[in-house]
């Protein structure tokens, strides 16, 4: 019994783990959205307003300029059980030397990455001992360091606005042994994703190969199997008045936003309920071979899409080799559109 209750702890502490994530994130986000106007217009505490604004004032520039990461922030316990839900591992097929810079670029997007954000931003699968030397920064969307105390949490991990200057400023700016690593799909990726499906958004992102090329950087594939599997998304028939709301909100809220948001669900608090919990499926993220980029100060048009072409094939080989060893069935193809 007493072996039955730790697996019931664990399991628990797991669920939470997970759980805490994004109310985490919202109630962040809104003290400082809420308490700053107020404190600054309703309360004689607006001395406590006006010092928040001029420190982020003051430290605009920080998050586009390598940030200020915690090693005690990314190796809390909290990110173990995090991991450990699906479970999520990382692996490694070759070694990425700390005598240059990198940039990862991973794939698919999911509906959350939760591969991206626990291989990278955290150490719950030990990225720092499995490429030693090796610094890695996560890129988001840039929004985010705009809010007060939040910018501080997700720096303090080693995420970076996905922003040419501040990804050309790790990989130019410090030194070697730096990887940037960044889900090329994108939102748009995002509303594509479904279990069993492997469709990459991938043909006309190019930006990322020609940053590799203006910085010398090499390029890293890395596949997250799993990620599509965590999820169901809903896609309603085209033609009715539910597929016209949905689009008509995702289209707003992307122009508004820049975020696209999907119709998911999966489990909910007890195995085999329904709700917002992500699937306990296994999330496994491989890390490719890194093909060696020539710096180029200015890139042509032909040179961009020489190497485009060659990160496209090194990424079909990296699916090919693994796929089936990490779920997938042989016939499982991967789209790139």
Known sequence: MAFLSR?????????????????????????????????????????????????????????SQGGRRSAWVRNWTLWKYFGNYFPIKLVKTQDLSPKHNYIIASHPHGIVSYGVFINFATEATGF??????????????????????????VMSMGVCPVSESALKYLLTQKGSGNAVVVVVGGAAEALLCQPGVSTLVLKQRKGFVKLALTTGAYLVPSYSFGENEVYNQETFPEGTWIRFFQKTFQDTCKKILGLNFCTFHGRGLTRGSWGFLPFNRPITTVVGEPLSIPRIKKPNKKTVDKYHALYISALRKLFEQHKVHYGLPETQELTII
Not at 29 to 49: N, Q
């Open 7 to 63: 697996l019931d702890l664990q399991e628990t502490l797991r669920t939470l783990s997970v759980l805490q994530w994004i109310p985490v994130y919202v109630f962040l986000g809104a003290i400082p959205i809420l308490l700053i106007p107020y404190f600054l217009v309703f309360t004689k505490f607006w001395t406590l307003s006006v010092l928040a604004l001029a420190w982020l004032a003051y430290d605009w520039n920080t998050h």
């Open 128 to 153: 720092a001992r499995i490429f030693p030397g090796i610094t890695p920064s996560v890129g988001t969307l840039e929004g985010i360091f705009w809010i007060p105390i939040v910018r501080e949490y």
